[in-house]
């Protein structure tokens, strides 16, 4: 069974940093992309980023790109998502997903929350 | 910067036919989009419905299919039951690695 566990959310300042974590089992992780989608309270899924499955390749939405850094560990499976500069805008649950041909998430995780106040 | 639409809300009666429609605010939806869709209760995660326009995902009803119809990508859900309200949304494929999803349809079902 595929199982995506998110950790790490908490209540950070603006200006902060914090790093998610997702931890993956039921599937080979080396073979596929892997996502994070985030959604804001009361609000709409956002795709944040993406990772190829070397971690060559990484995409990022306009909003966070140069703010946040999507990695991998294969080794562990385990997917992260760096976040610096935190804005409180970034409040919201975010998602860890896997990706497959065709789209960009068929695996959810339950998400980790993130909130960002002062 | 282009923007997914979605119909905020819809309405759908026990065991009637409604269909959902993801489209692009300049431009056409096709195959290249590579459109889902996606059906999220409140307090849970989303599930994954649709992918690649038609592909059911495992364990999806058959009531659940996706399409291209004229310059949109389509979600019908056919004979609806009580279950199916929810939140619709789908996702896009824009360019160079870049997915965008659309604000959301909720679904009624009275």
């Known amino acids: 069974e595929v199982q995506l566990v998110e950790s790490g959310g908490t209540l950070v300042q603006p200006g902060g940093s914090l790093r998610l974590s997702c931890a993956a089992s039921g599937f080979t992780f080396s073979s596929y992309w892997m996502t994070w989608v985030r959604q804001a309270p009361g609000k709409g899924l956002e795709w944040v980023a993406n990772?190829?499955?070397?971690?060559?390749?990484?995409y990022y939405v306009d909003p966070v790109r140069g703010r946040f850094t999507i990695s991998r560990d294969n080794a562990k499976n385990s997917l992260y998502l760096q976040m610096n500069g935190l804005r409180v805008d970034d409040t919201a649950v975010y998602y860890c997903?896997?990706?497959?041909?065709?789209?960009?998430?068929?695996?959810w995780g339950q998400g980790t929350l993130v909130t960002v106040s002062s | 910067q282009t923007v997914v639409t979605q119909e905020p809300s819809f309405s759908v009666s026990p065991g009637g036919t409604v269909t959902l429609t993801c489209g692009l605010s300049?431009?056409?939806?096709?195959?290249?989009?590579?459109p889902c869709w996606y059906q999220q209760t409140p307090g849970q995660a989303p599930r994954t419905l649709i992918y690649?326009?038609?592909i059911r995902s495992s364990g999806v009803p058959d009531r659940f299919s996706g399409s291209i119809v004229g310059n949109k990508a389509a979600l019908t859900i056919t004979g609806a039951q009580p279950d199916d309200e929810s939140d619709y949304y789908c996702v896009l494929y824009m360019r160079s690695g870049i997915w965008v999803f659309g604000g959301g349809t909720k679904l009624t079902v009275l």
């Open positions: 690649n326009t038609d």
């Open positions: 997903a896997r990706a497959v041909a065709g789209t960009p998430v068929d695996y």
């Open positions: 300049s431009g056409s939806v096709s195959a290249t989009s590579h």
């Open positions: 990772i190829k499955q070397d971690g060559s390749d990484k």
